[in-house]
């Protein structure tokens, strides 16, 4: 049996109602049906006996009594016939409908696995993030990197309404390591023209001059080897020039003494 709850208050003040929208109200009547009740907008909204609970109801009045203080949500609005229907069961955040894929979520681990994490991100389900989805990183088990109860941002992968099953990514929100250190890369090798132009109008700023940096074993090894290879060229270099004089000063003595012999005959 419906219940006409048409009223003198204008149907255009329900048009900023919204559905999911959360009320505090109060229980005016009781019907075999359901329940009446007041949220405050001129029109009192209807709760139908299989939405003052979860668990099965047979009367009305086991659950609720007038003038009882309930919390309620927004199923359903017709502004027209000034009807608002209500549930005192909380809704899903979000409707199988509602969960499109590549949609970024937050939600919070509700179970580990060996194989993953499950996050309720609000729908009727949790969501399944494979642990090969969790991190670009390599991780032994889900639990090294989350516990339950940790709030995580996720991206939809996939959505099964027929076995109500959703696939999820966290590492999808974020950069690939490689890629993020070419972004990183491609950000500060600047061309040259653009960095003058950028930094032509600033004011010189004076460094400190940058100390040398220590050796390490194998440099100062190979430094040592190479001063030492360097001093035997040295010498041997001195003793070339040295019996090459030599051999000139003899070279000398003896065309002098040959001209001295010619120059008596």
């Given at each position: 049996m419906e219940t006409n709850l048409a009223s003198d208050a204008p149907a255009g003040s329900?048009?900023?109602?919204?559905?999911?929208q959360h009320f505090s109200g109060k229980v005016v009547k009781t019907i075999l049906s359901g329940?009446?009740?007041?949220?405050?907008?001129?029109?009192?909204?209807?709760?139908?006996?299989?939405?003052?609970?979860?668990?099965?109801?047979?009367?009305?009045e086991d659950v609720v009594q007038v003038g009882q203080e309930v919390e309620v949500w927004v199923r359903r609005v017709e502004a027209k016939k000034g009807r608002v229907d209500l549930t005192m069961i909380k809704?899903?955040?979000l409707e199988w409908n509602e969960i499109k894929q590549d949609a970024e979520i937050k939600g919070k681990v509700a179970r580990l696995e060996k194989f993953g994490v499950f996050v309720d991100i609000g729908a009727e389900r949790p969501?399944?993030?494979?642990?090969?989805?969790?991190?670009?990183?390599?991780?032994?088990?889900?639990?090294?990197?989350?516990?339950?109860?940790?709030e995580v941002s996720v991206k939809?992968?996939?959505?099964?309404r027929k076995k109500k099953q959703i696939r999820l990514s966290m590492k999808a929100l974020v950069e690939k390591p490689e890629e993020l250190v070419r972004t990183i890369v491609g950000k500060a090798v600047q061309p040259k023209a653009s960095r003058e132009e950028k930094h032509k109008d600033a004011a010189p700023v004076e460094t400190e001059p940058a100390e040398?940096?220590?050796p390490t074993a194998m440099e100062m090894a190979l430094r040592s080897a190479m001063?030492?290879?360097?001093?035997?060229?040295?010498?041997?270099?001195?003793?070339?020039?040295?019996?090459?004089?030599a051999g000139q000063e003899l070279e000398s003595?003896?065309?002098?003494?040959?001209?001295?012999?010619v120059a008596t005959k």
């Open positions: 329900l048009s900023d109602i919204k559905r999911k329940a009446i009740v007041d949220i405050g907008v001129g029109v009192p909204g209807v709760v139908h006996i299989s939405q003052l609970q979860k668990d099965p109801v047979n009367r009305v809704p899903l955040e969501g399944l993030v494979h642990i090969s989805e969790m991190t670009h990183d390599y991780i032994r088990t889900p639990g090294d990197m989350l516990k339950e109860g940790d939809v992968l996939e959505v099964d040398p940096p220590v001063e030492r290879t360097q001093v035997k060229g040295e010498l041997s270099g001195k003793k070339k020039r040295k019996g090459a004089e003595i003896l065309s002098r003494t040959l001209r001295n012999r």
